[in-house]
């Protein structure tokens, strides 16, 4: 029942290492984000696709590439990741496009060390 | 940097007293404002919204002031209960910055015995 779910929760890996976090969201809506919540709580946007489009692409490193098979879906792969790295990623999605409210995942905890 | 940030970072307030968390944003473009509630471990959740041409919303417990003219939103938790305890943020929806939200930085509300 739960309507934007990305796993996992917790991702511990090494330096350079690449890794996947998925999402998906079964409230059919045509919207979905990538959002990046450091320690200081601060969130910032990073990629946005409206029924598999890329939309919005923050200046990030092109380490990050977000991937949408589907609406449903965005999943988000990193490549050589580096220590600056460690942060919660969201997934989110939303109704009508931008401006309107936004429905959360739970958030992946990605630790580098 | 953000055009949205909030007064307080931390707020302490008596369980039953009334609880107010300011925000203060810089665009007089935004035309858009939400108030999103984040538990820890959990990712942010919908409260309110209010668009620029009310002044005054209400919902359960909740209510959103926005002042257009010194560019001032707050969020007012009647009967703070010990469920209220989380980092609270404001976001703006900036129509010419591609309509994406853009959220400030959280306060965190503490809520005592």
Redesign the interface.
């Known amino acids: 029942d739960t309507a934007?779910s990305q796993t996992p929760k917790y991702l511990v890996t090494q330096m350079g290492n690449d890794k996947s976090i998925k999402c998906e969201q079964n409230l059919g809506h045509d919207t979905m984000y990538w959002y990046k919540q450091d320690s200081?709580?601060?969130?910032?946007?990073m990629f946005?696709y409206n029924n598999k489009e890329l939309?919005?692409n923050e200046t990030v490193p092109n380490r990050f590439s977000p991937k949408s098979p589907d609406k449903a879906h965005l999943n988000l792969h990193i490549n050589s990741l580096e220590l600056g790295d460690s942060a919660v990623y969201?997934c989110?999605s939303s109704d009508l496009?931008?401006?309107e409210?936004?429905?959360?995942?739970?958030?992946t905890q990605l630790s580098v060390l | 940097g953000e055009s949205v940030g909030l007064h307080l970072p931390t707020l302490s307030v008596q369980e039953g007293d009334n609880s107010i968390i300011n925000c203060a944003y810089s665009n007089s473009a935004s035309d858009y404002f939400i108030w999103y509630k984040q538990e820890s471990g959990k990712g942010p959740q919908f409260i309110i919204d209010i668009r620029s041409n009310m002044d005054k919303r209400q919902g359960q417990r909740v209510t959103v002031l926005l002042n257009k003219t010194v560019k001032h939103l707050s969020l007012q938790i009647a009967a703070t209960q010990p469920g209220d305890s989380a980092v609270y943020f404001c976001a703006e929806n900036i129509l010419n910055r591609d309509d994406k939200i853009i959220f400030g930085k959280g306060t965190r509300l503490h809520i005592l015995p």
Do not use: N
């Open positions: 934007v200081k709580k601060f969130l910032k946007i946005s939309i919005i969201f989110a496009g931008f401006g409210k936004l429905f959360f995942g739970s958030g």
